[in-house]
């Protein structure tokens, strides 16, 4: 009885290896990397893909980053990058807000009822945004790889994440407060502006920096003293 019992859990280890072997999933090898400035990018990818850095002078693309594709099919890049402004239209837009496999948050965004091809990583210490340019034969190869590389990016290097800056605050988001965390790359800092709702609405009621490394919070605007402190 034990010895049948023991065969049947080999044969079921054996059906499941050879169904997780039907769908492979990459190991992802090598590292790109794109800094400047205080900005930065870390992807892992697998050892069949390449990459290369984008030229922030360029017309097509103006803020610096990576493009990465498969070694076999280059035209199925995808462009993950640094913004300085990011702005989207609205007609006929979908959004959908998606935590990926590694913990980055991003939202996607879709026109006109095809598949999303511009994701904007939330979170993270600037605008990042990561574009895909797959043709529906492209997307059902390359999809689940691209989707995978994103979950793996690093931005910013060691730089906190906008959801520890506003728990240093000490304040938290409800009906009643609006909070708008804000980044400052230049200044290496995380502005934090805290919206309070009274009888006219929300006002901004106080505004906190946060150091990149989260160790100093420092409050430099108040409204009850009616200026910044």
Known sequence: MIRRMF??????MWLTACTAADVPTPTLMQSAEWQEGNASIVLSLPENWAWNLIDENADETPDGGICFYPEDDPTADTVVRITK?????GTGLTTEQITLAGGNKVTSYAWDGNEPSLYCFHDAPGEYLAELSLDDEQRKEYYGIVMQILASAQLGGDVIRASTAVLLTGYTEDEGTRILP?????RCVWVVEIHIKKNTGFRLWYTYEVSADGKTVTKTYDIKEGKET
């Open 7 to 12: 065969l049947t859990v080999l044969c079921l």
């Open 85 to 89: 402004g990011f702005g989207v239209c």
């Open 182 to 186: 804000e980044y400052d790359m230049e």
